[in-house]
């Protein structure tokens, strides 16, 4: 018969050898479905908040991958850029007599190592547009950043404004200068000075803000309201 001690003692042997890579592999384990259980948890309470805002605003919500929707305006800064690219979480309908989408947005990209290993990347926007009664030229309104600042240096010019402190802050791109200027009105300049992080996009008859990352639910309605108020800045002849 063999003795208990000695087999208690191969096994502690045995365990002294394992149970560091056993650990470590089940800690890796755990780590990634903690991981996926909390990324679960925050899109769940993502999708319920924002049921509970199109209840709110009176709008229709649709939770899932909308691949078809992502072409629909492929038009649209970064909608055709990288792959796999879905709108989700998306509210529809009209307000104020205006038909508007606002949708959390997703496309990837890949990149390789010297080892030739490939990593994919996730990026996110939110974005928010307004259907117009006219279509327009394309005109993209931005802050001014680094990698602007020398392409005019190098040439690249955008469109300036009288107003100086506007033109510094703002690169304005559009092929169509005398509706960037109709755009770019007095009050227009006037309520863009007084904001910080807005990316404004028309193109054909759609007006569009467009945010880095998937915005909180809390600044959702606020920046409805800034597209609504943009809209209603735009002169009524350029609809005449």
Known sequence: MIKLDLVINVIFQFSVLVEPQILLFI??????????????LQAKKRREAFERLALELGLRFYP???YSFAQRYGFLDHMD?????YAFNRL????EGQGVNLFDYHYETYSRDSKGHRSTHHHYFSIFTLSLPARFPEL??????FFSKIGQGLGF???????????KRYKVKSGDKKFAYDFCNVQMIDFLLRQRDL??????????LTFKGKLSI?????????????RSLMPNYLFS
């Open 27 to 40: 800690g890796f384990i755990v780590l990634v479905g903690v991981i996926a259980y909390m990324g679960h």
């Open 64 to 66: 899932d991958k909308d």
């Open 81 to 85: 850029d990288g792959h796999k690219r």
């Open 92 to 95: 529809s309908g009209d307000i």
């Open 140 to 145: 993209n309104i931005e802050r001014e950043g």
């Open 157 to 167: 010019d955008d469109i300036d404004f009288e107003s100086l402190e506007f033109s």
């Open 199 to 208: 990316i404004i996009e028309v193109d054909g008859n759609t007006l569009a």
């Open 218 to 230: 809390e600044v959702i309605r606020p920046n409805l309201d800034r597209l609504l108020k943009i």
